[in-house]
């Protein structure tokens, strides 16, 4: 009889229900190649169904099974065809027992669109040849169809001598599913895994999971908040979820996936948030998959829009769908790490898990710390229980300043006691003066205020007592600039303007570490610091919206009057001091004179300078560079020299490179690469190069055009002409990969040099600036071009700024436009934000005069306004799914393109 006839009966349209072409493959001189066409139709349409649920919405865990089940009914119909047709043993011998066993993610049963199968082929000892046969060509043909195979073959004992050694194979196995082959076999090794399990000590085994997985944050980004999140891998992600699953199973190995233990160790509402959790992320992670066309995990800019739409989101407002969206997933995020920390507190609780310090090693060690109802737990803060904030709320809020009187962490059990009882956090217990001088204290007299108000944050309880604050929580901002979300830029810039008044950044920032310690007000600082963003996404815009809750917030606080109107002040006015310094020419009295106005008192600048500091550097690594710091530290010297009431005299750049200056009179051009100020932190983040020439018409463009052609970056620049016709121009420059220019090849650097000495002279630079690499994710920024032309900043030059999108060459085709239109460029002022450049030039008529407004600078707007909106950029890829995705289904491959919502006007925090 034959051994198809064995088979039980597939579905009409599953794998393996047409038996002639089984019959046909198995014959065929190629059998493989028949058999990977015949499983190709059925393998692509089940997936296309699972696609097709999820568009309509499907859970994202059942999306997950139905990927899983398709693998299964692959598998399966492959092993049959291997076993039975290709390679039978119609009587198998003891060596020839075998089985196909799925482990790990999918040996759980869930499976993204296009994750790994992780398969082990079981043999009871020794491999044989027609073991060998078998996975050869279940190998192939799996690879054949573009699936990605994580495979093994080992005997039960090897599976078993493994797992006592290797908590990786440990990890993989708890999850084992038998799939085909020999059952006895399969049932064996089961029991004898789990009867292992059993019998050993679980704590090596969750040591290891925690272990792993703080390296995998490092990895991945220790910050939970970081605005491209890998959804797999990064912190608050599913790998933290899975962790509590092996962590359960390994307590429980007979319970199916753990979940005896996960009800022991979890509350109902613990459960209910992990499951919501779950769902979501896996249903993100599908959508990435099918977006990508590939295993995607991290949910960059260019992914980021499509997701949201496919997962229903909506802009309200102001704020578009895909920062609704990513806000919805940062809250999921910060909930993943509130589970991790419950089941942490019951793990211990029943000591399983492996303590950390020699206080934790005693069992019930507890120390009375000075309030009713706060101990000392194990090294860490605790609460005797949830009726201590019941019968007094104000105690959240001491709760918070005494761990950071302390300087302890805080108790899992206090941590999960707080996020129960926010229900306690009433309108008079915000107007509470016990409870709001408790929060003054963490944030302005505390020694680690940013770990204290990041717990508070994570515990629900800073968007409670501050509802200004919890509209930000969570909240993003579709931009290449912000590294971090709205909330955690903000706790990050506190944290650093408290290593400002230690002392910790004296070696970066020297003015600022002297100048925080002659502030009258810091308390007045730190506020300003925690609401100088919640006005982000309001309808009269950030500045306004923020200074309006700001002073609605202060209120609250029991400020006095005068204190309300600095902070209020500070919040409306919290980005004056940067863009000053970074897009007008702080060598103009001008420009120092209308600062001064706007500041008004040696207090405000003290003030807004250390405000100022924090907040770029909050943005994200390598924000910060002595570049910009120089630019402000420029301008906050000369306004206190106003407020002293000293004489402003226009600053002449020129004179602080006298040997320069007199090689270029001399020779015509020089150029040179200037020392780096070796204060910044990190190393310098670009090459600083300084050209002297005699002053011409056109020269700044043709130095921009010989940058462009080389490669070069423009970061940075700035421009000064003296009047005897000597120009200096000095460039900051990053290479494509946003490092110093030359620093990987030092001769392009030599190169660059003779360039701009040959440019300055006048000799035409031929060659074009090379094509910029696609790039998916600034492609999917819509940043709109503005023009700005102002004739009242300077008395003797029009000031020209223009925003919009940054690419190679856009310097150069801007000062080429400026140049067209007979306009001398006085000074040059670069910055870029991300995806967004911001140039400002201030400009004279070809006679030195100040231009005059007319159809001539209408003209001139038109043209700079054309170069920003060039049109000749690549059009945006859609990424196509590789070789595992539906060749032959149309809907997988035809993706719809991100509606790519308009980007604000950068800001510098």
Known sequence: MSSRSRRPADSADGPGSDGDGWAEAASAAD???????????????????????????????????????????????????????????????????????AVGGYGRGVLAPFSDLDLLFLRPWKSIPRTEQVIEFMLYVLWDLGVKVGQSARSVDECLALARSDMTVRTALLEARPLAGDQRLSEDFIARFEAFMVK??????????????????????????????????????????????????????????????????????????????????????????????????????????????????????????????????????????????????????????????????????????????????????????????????????????????????????????????????????????????????????????????????????????????????????????????????????????????????????????????????????????????????????????????????????????????????????????????????VTDPETVRAFTELVGDPERLRTLLILTVADIRAVGPGVWNGWKGQLIRDLYQRTEAAFRSETLHPVDPLDDYPDLMRRGRAEGAVAEVLEADPAEAGGPSAARVAVAARDRPGLFADLAQALAAAGADVVGARVATAEDGAALDVFELQDGAGAPYGQSEPRRLTRLLKALEAAARGQAVRASPPPAPFSPRRAAFDVRPTTIIDLEQSPSAAVVEVSGSDRAGLLADLARVLSEHRLSIRSAHIAGFGERAVDSFYVTDARGRKPRAGPALERLRRDLETVLDWKDRPVERVSKPVRASLRDVSELGRLRPARRPVSRPPEAG
């Open 200 to 585: 050993a000590d679980p704590r090596p085994f969750i040591a290891a999971k925690l272990e792993e997985r703080d390296a995998r944050h490092q990895k991945a980004g220790a910050v939970r908040y970081r605005v491209e999140p890998n959804v797999k891998d990064g912190k608050g992600g599913l790998r933290d979820l899975n962790t509590l699953f092996w962590i359960a199973r390994s307590l429980a190995p007979d319970s199916p996936l753990g979940a005896r233990v996960m009800d022991d160790l979890l509350t109902s509402r613990e459960r209910r948030t992990f499951e919501e959790a779950f769902d979501f992320l896996w249903r993100t992670r599908a959508h990435l998959h099918l977006v990508a066309g590939r295993a995607e995990e991290k949910l960059t800019f260019d992914f980021q829009p499509e997701v949201a739409r496919r997962m229903g989101w909506r802009g309200r407002g102001d704020e578009p769908a895909v920062e609704r969206f990513m806000r919805r997933y940062f809250l999921v995020a910060r909930d993943v790490g509130g589970l991790t920390r419950a089941m942490s507190a019951k793990l211990e609780a029943r000591q399983q898990k492996p303590t950390m310090s020699l206080s934790r090693l005693i069992p019930g060690r507890k120390r009375k710390l000075g309030v009713e109802g706060f101990v000392e737990d194990g090294g860490r803060l605790s609460v005797t229980g949830p009726e201590v904030f019941a019968a007094a709320p104000e105690k959240l809020l001491f709760l918070f300043r005494c761990a950071d009187a302390h300087d302890l962490d805080l108790h899992p059990d206090a941590f999960s006691a707080v996020s129960r009882s926010l229900s306690l956090v009433t309108p008079s217990l915000r107007r509470d003066p016990e409870a709001t001088r408790a929060f003054l204290d963490i944030l302005a007299h505390g020694q680690r205020p940013y770990r204290v108000l990041t717990l508070m944050n994570e515990t629900g309880l800073l968007g409670r007592f501050l509802p200004e604050w919890g509209r930000i929580v969570g909240q993003t901002q579709f931009n290449m600039y912000h590294a971090y979300t709205v909330d955690e830029h903000t706790l990050q810039a506190i944290g650093i303007i408290n290593d400002i008044w230690r002392g910790k950044l004296k070696a970066q920032h020297p003015n600022a570490s002297e100048i925080v310690h002659r502030i009258d007000d810091f308390e007045a600082l730190m506020l300003a610091m925690m609401l100088h963003d919640v006005g982000k996404g309001g309808d009269r815009g950030q500045l306004e919206d923020g200074a309006i809750a700001a002073r609605r917030a202060c209120d609250r606080l029991g400020l006095d009057p005068r204190r309300i109107e600095f902070v209020v002040w500070l919040v409306r006015n919290h980005l004056a001091l940067s863009d000053y310094a970074q897009k007008r020419d």
């Open 31 to 101: 059998p493989r190649a028949v058999a990977t066409e015949l499983l190709r139709r059925s393998w692509e349409a089940a997936r296309l169904r699972a696609a097709q649920r999820l568009e309509a919405g499907l859970g994202g865990v059942e999306v997950a099974r139905l990927h899983a089940t398709a693998a299964d009914e692959l598998l399966r119909t492959l092993w049959r065809f291997a076993t039975e047709d290709l390679y039978p043993a119609p009587n198998p011998t003891e060596a020839e027992r075998l089985s196909l066993i």
